[in-house]
């Protein structure tokens, strides 16, 4: 039982990487990952802007895999252009750019005033 959880890690973990390494939004996002946790260590953020912090960056990272899965699931479906699939593919990005606007207020709010 031990062994089919650690194997279930195990694929998890190679999606993450499959995703990295695929995916220049993945990437993007990696970088931005490691710059907000620089300047927080940076700035001292307290429990709480930590734990905002963490919640927003994963809610990108999360909205991105997702985009990124039901892009790799359209285009497996249907090839082809299709405004359906367009359709599908825009409100999952759409899901993604609320997801960073938020995630750049929080960080404005957090870390503007410490810079000023």
């Given at each position: ?9 195990r694929?998890?973990?190679n999606?993450i ?5 695929s995916?220049p939004?993945?990437?993007?996002h ?7 946790i620089i ?5 001292r953020c307290s429990i709480?802007e ?9 809610m990108v ?10 892009e790799?699931?359209?285009d ?6 299709h405004?359906?699939?367009?359709r599908i593919?825009?409100?999952?990005a759409?899901a ?6 938020s995630?750049?207020?929080v960080g404005a709010?957090?870390f ?5």
């Amino acid at each position: 039982m031990f062994s089919k959880r650690l194997q279930s890690f195990r694929h998890a973990f190679n999606g993450i990487r499959s995703f990295l390494r695929s995916e220049p939004n993945g990437r993007i996002h990696f970088v931005a990952t490691i710059v907000v946790i620089i300047a927080g260590v940076w700035f001292r953020c307290s429990i709480t802007e930590w734990a905002m912090l963490i919640i927003v960056m994963a809610m990108v990272w999360l909205t991105e895999m997702l985009n990124t899965s039901i892009e790799k699931i359209m285009d497996h479906i249907t090839p082809e252009q299709h405004p359906g699939v367009k359709r599908i593919k825009d409100i999952a990005a759409g899901a993604v750019l609320i997801a960073a606007l938020s995630a750049a207020v929080v960080g404005a709010l957090i870390f503007i005033p410490r810079i000023i």
